[in-house]
């Protein structure tokens, strides 16, 4: 059998490779709830703690537990696609958990991510968990206050600051039509269960202190989940395609990115930043993510994308079908001048 230069067979497929690194490990699982929950709950007590004398140093400890908390989403998030434990009844019993405290319904939430995982990059099948995104010609034909509203919503200031708001603390809170019962009860529960902690806790040490340290642990990793989320699909030479041409390992491998980032922030991530490893293989639990990627070449073709790169993705805003790209307004107008000479 011939073997390419990293010693892997080259004639294996993607879902041979990935196999063996679909099986999560007790022992990797409970190291990250031990190294996630409590870092978390010590920084909750701390800040319960220093807001008697000190909000900046409070807003501090928010600013790393926040980063806990995207840790804790990503477990929650492993959870959903039945990667973190063999037992389906733990990994919805420690997602359920996880969803109350990044405030958001473990069943209803799990359902759309799936959708998206199998529609991710299908111009005929958007709307399923994505961030929205419009064609050239689609935004074209959008009257002038529709296209105001398309570029308000793309801002990433608007994004990064309303976006977390609306989505974790308000969007989470209502139940979707045509959401089913299993998905209605996950909202409902998920909801009862913040009332309850937010109660205790305002009883505990004041409303507005919960509300002081609570708010901006939330918003703050919110707005890091949409970075993420929204850097790893949506680049430059990104993947749409119409459904009848439409392909599962490509819109993988070419519309999810891989997202380099220092250690510190991979440990915080859970790894997502192999979003593309993520998109071909959802059962693998992201302690594996890096080892996929590491063993074989056709990993590592992805799109890689920094920390600098990443803000530049900001000002693309819309999918031109003609040249398969993304593209800014500000290329949209200078193309439109060009066509009008």
């Not at 398309?150 to 309303?162: K, Q």
């Not at 205790?200 to 707005?223: D, E, K, T």
């Not at 439409?246 to 922030?265: H, T």
Request: proline share 4%; glycine share 6%.
């Amino acid at each position: 059998m011939v073997e390419n230069a990293s010693g892997a067979p080259a004639d294996k497929s993607w879902k041979t490779v990935t196999a063996p690194y679909q099986r999560s490990v007790l022992n990797a699982s409970i190291g990250q709830l031990i190294t996630t929950f409590v870092p978390y709950v010590a920084l909750w007590c701390l800040m319960a703690w220093t807001i008697r004398f000190s909000y900046p140093l409070t807003f501090a400890l928010a600013v790393l537990a926040s980063g806990f908390l995207v840790r804790v989403f990503i477990i929650f998030h492993d959870c959903g696609h039945g990667s973190f434990f063999k037992s389906k009844r733990w990994n919805n019993l420690v997602g359920f958990v996880c969803g109350v405290l990044t405030f958001t319904p473990y069943q209803q939430w799990t359902h759309s991510h799936a959708m998206h995982h199998a529609t991710s990059g299908d111009l005929d099948r958007r709307g399923h968990g994505d961030i929205e995104t419009l064609t050239v010609q689609e935004f074209l034909k959008l009257s002038p206050f529709q296209q105001f509203r398309y570029r308000v919503f793309r801002n990433p200031i608007v994004m990064l600051t309303v976006g977390p708001v609306y989505t974790f603390i308000i969007g989470h809170r209502l139940v979707p039509a045509g959401t089913g019962p299993r998905e209605q009860r996950s909202i409902h529960l998920t909801n009862l269960a913040i009332l309850l902690i937010t109660v205790a806790l305002s009883f505990a040490m004041g409303f507005w202190n919960y509300l002081l340290i609570q708010l901006p642990v939330a918003i703050l990793a919110g707005a890091a989940a949409i970075w993420l989320f929204y850097c790893q699909h949506q680049f430059e030479d990104t993947y749409w395609a119409r459904h009848e041409e439409w392909d599962y390992e490509e819109a993988a491998m070419q519309g999810s990115s891989y997202f380099k980032l220092p250690r510190v922030l991979q440990f915080f991530t859970g790894n997502i930043g192999f979003h593309h490893i993520h998109h071909l293989s959802p059962r693998i639990p992201n302690y594996n993510l890096e080892a996929v990627h590491n063993a074989h070449p056709r990993f590592q073709e992805a799109t890689t994308i920094t920390l600098r790169s990443s803000v530049s993705y900001f000002a693309l805003k819309l999918w031109d079908e003609e040249r398969k790209e993304m593209v800014g307004m500000k290329e949209l107008r200078q193309r439109q001048l060009q066509l009008a000479k």
